[in-house]
């Protein structure tokens, strides 16, 4: 049977009106006779009017769980999304035949989303999209904060069906430079008196007296040279009839300055941790289940791992973990079989802040001041005003340590390679007769022109970093 008239769904005209239905506004798709079918989109919870040139006497919708629908008239039918998905209209004419089938698409209403989206980040070019039951974000954005608050308000419009096709804009590239400065001060004072007396050679051996150091003591009393540990010793003997006395002083006065300073620099992008390692690895021997010895290494020397964020602009936040370490010789554990393993120095930081690219942050910092006073004398005896020093001995220790950890964060691009220089291109070997006839043992590099350059005439051998009183 020939169909006369064929509906199709062809878009001329498509104007707002309000309806009855609360929070919804509808849409009119009138369907011109003789036209071509195409799909009616409807937003979820909202309706849409669509009219036709001819009366029809029936309609069905094949899944009323995605569309609802009613007439208005002979010519007019009310179609109201209710849940995302596809599916088909069907009008028949009152002759039974078949006037067309209409894809009704049901989609998320975006449009309130796409207002609340533009006050909340007013600028931003972002392009919102539905996809099945979802939303699809596209476009550039300024930094990953408002990246994050696009993102949180869609999962507001459709929980878990969200897709992310937003890029981020901007320098996303951060260098991080750090800072130790650690100064370290100890004095040490001590000072000690011996005494003691025996029997001239040839009597029976007696010998008595106050000695903090019986072998030097013994020495003075013998006229041998004085044993001491001390800078400083003086050490008289006399007789005096069957009886010799020797009396021995010893000081000891030494200060001592250490100063350490690193600057290591890293560069990340954001959102990605960096690490660095400035040092070496100390193995340590650890005994198996089984009795058997291996080795594990520690690592020691300037250690730093941090994870930037850009977080809007010029705004970066800082997970931050540095340290300095080293070995300390002077704390030694025993380990078994002859093995002595040497104890480490650490000095580390972790900590999270937030600043603005060029800005610098002190993040740790630590002063600390020891003192030792000891004071050992024979009772009474040390107590006697001049005489007593003999018989007494005192010591005066002091450290102090100073530290500073100062971190400062850069928004960096990469450059060309010719604009970078190296240490090594200041310098160049020598050649023989340089070394052998004039004992030169570099000589300079050729001038390098650019950026670089002027990088490589810098001068790195005065002094540098912080001066602390």
């Not at 969200?162 to 650690?182: D, H, P």
């Not at 005439?457 to 540098?464: G, K, P, T």
Request: aromatic share 6%; no cysteine.
């Amino acid at each position: 049977m020939k169909m006369k008239t064929i509906f199709t769904a062809g878009m001329l005209g498509v104007s707002l009106t309000m309806t009855a239905i609360p929070a919804a506004h509808s849409e009119t798709l009138r369907i011109i006779n003789g036209a071509a079918s195409s799909a009616l989109s409807v937003p979820m919870n909202r309706a849409v009017v669509v009219e036709a040139d001819q009366p029809f006497a029936e309609l069905n919708i094949a899944n009323p769980g995605i569309a609802d629908i009613s007439t208005l008239s002979d010519r007019s039918i009310y179609v109201l999304g209710k849940a995302p998905g596809r599916t088909t209209l069907t009008l028949l004419a009152p002759d039974g035949q078949l006037i067309t089938n209409v894809d009704v698409q049901v989609t998320l209403d975006v449009a309130e989303f796409k207002e609340r989206l533009q006050q909340i980040l007013p600028g931003e070019r972002i392009e919102v999209r539905t996809a099945n039951d979802g939303i699809v974000l596209s476009g550039v954005v300024s930094s990953t904060a408002k990246l994050d608050k696009a993102l949180d308000l869609a999962q507001r419009y459709a929980p878990d069906r969200v897709s992310n096709l937003m890029a981020v804009g901007g320098t996303q590239q951060v260098m991080l430079k750090v800072r130790f400065a650690e100064m370290q001060r100890s004095v040490t004072k001590q000072l000690d008196g011996s005494f003691g007396f025996g029997r001239t050679p040839g009597a029976t051996d007696f010998q008595g007296g106050v000695a903090g150091n019986i072998t030097g003591i013994n020495s003075v009393l013998a006229g041998g040279p004085v044993t001491t540990t001390s800078r400083g010793a003086l050490g008289l003997s006399f007789t005096a009839g069957a009886f010799e006395f020797g009396v021995l002083l010893e000081a000891l006065e030494s200060k001592g300055l250490v100063r350490t300073l690193a600057e290591p620099n890293l560069t990340a992008l954001s959102g990605q941790e960096a690490k660095f390692l400035a040092g070496g690895e100390y193995p340590i021997p650890v005994r198996g289940d089984n009795g058997e010895i291996t080795v594990e290494y520690k690592p020691f020397g300037v250690e730093m791992a941090f994870t930037p964020t850009v977080v809007d602009g010029d705004v970066i936040n800082l997970a931050i973990n540095s340290a300095v370490s080293g070995i300390d010789n002077t704390v030694t554990v025993g380990a078994g079989n002859g093995i002595s393993l040497s104890g480490f120095k650490r000095r580390e930081a972790e900590t999270t802040v937030e600043m603005r690219d060029g800005e610098s942050f002190a993040i740790a910092g630590l002063l600390q001041d020891d003192f030792t006073d000891l004071n050992g004398q024979v009772p009474w005896l040390g107590d006697v005003p001049v005489l007593g020093a003999l018989f007494r001995s005192a010591e005066y220790k002091r450290r102090q340590t100073e530290l500073v950890i100062i971190v400062t964060p850069h928004l960096v691009t990469p450059t060309r390679g010719e604009a970078l220089a190296l240490p090594t291109d200041r310098v160049r070997p020598p050649t023989e007769a340089e070394l052998f006839l004039f004992g030169k043992t570099a000589r300079n590099a050729n001038q390098v022109s650019g950026a670089a350059g002027e990088v490589a005439q810098q001068d790195y051998s005065s002094s540098y970093g912080y001066v602390m009183e």
